[in-house]
């Protein structure tokens, strides 16, 4: 049988950094309370060129429960997670912000399991957020 060597990727990931993390449940927050709101998050990220080849993407996430229509700032629930991410292109060559989706991809299930251990940790029942497609996100975004 042939052995089969493994390609380098494109882009490496040279770890992360939290950088804010904001916990807040107002004393009135009915645990369970589903049938009185539901929860949302909010995702958002931004890039610093810190070298022609690497990036930073740093990427905030807020999660919350309300009543619809409710924003994360006046939710009676919130857990917000910014971190930050060091990527880098592997062959050299400039970093191409297509790659962006890629990074957001890794990145955001350390985002997942940072909001989860904490609301765990909180008391109230664990916040666990759906899995995301960070490609198609950003097809939509660029079509809207």
Wanted: aromatic residues 12%; contains cysteine.
């Amino acid at each position: 049988m042939e052995q089969q060597v493994a390609q380098k990727g494109v882009i490496s990931f040279d770890g992360y950094r939290l950088f804010r993390l904001d916990y807040k449940c107002e004393p009135y927050y009915k645990q369970n309370a589903v049938s009185d709101g539901k929860y949302a998050y909010d995702l958002a990220y931004g890039t610093v060129d810190l070298s022609d080849n690497a990036t930073q993407i740093n990427l905030l996430v807020t999660a919350y429960f309300g009543s619809e229509g409710v924003k994360a700032e006046d939710a009676p629930l919130s857990i917000m997670v910014e971190i930050g991410g060091k990527f880098a292109a592997t062959n050299g060559s400039e970093w191409n912000h297509d790659w962006d989706a890629n990074a957001i991809a890794i990145l955001y299930p350390y985002v997942r399991g940072i909001i989860s251990s904490v609301s765990a940790q909180a008391g109230i029942e664990t916040v666990i957020l759906p899995t995301i497609n960070a490609s198609a996100m950003f097809l939509k975004n660029e079509k809207s």
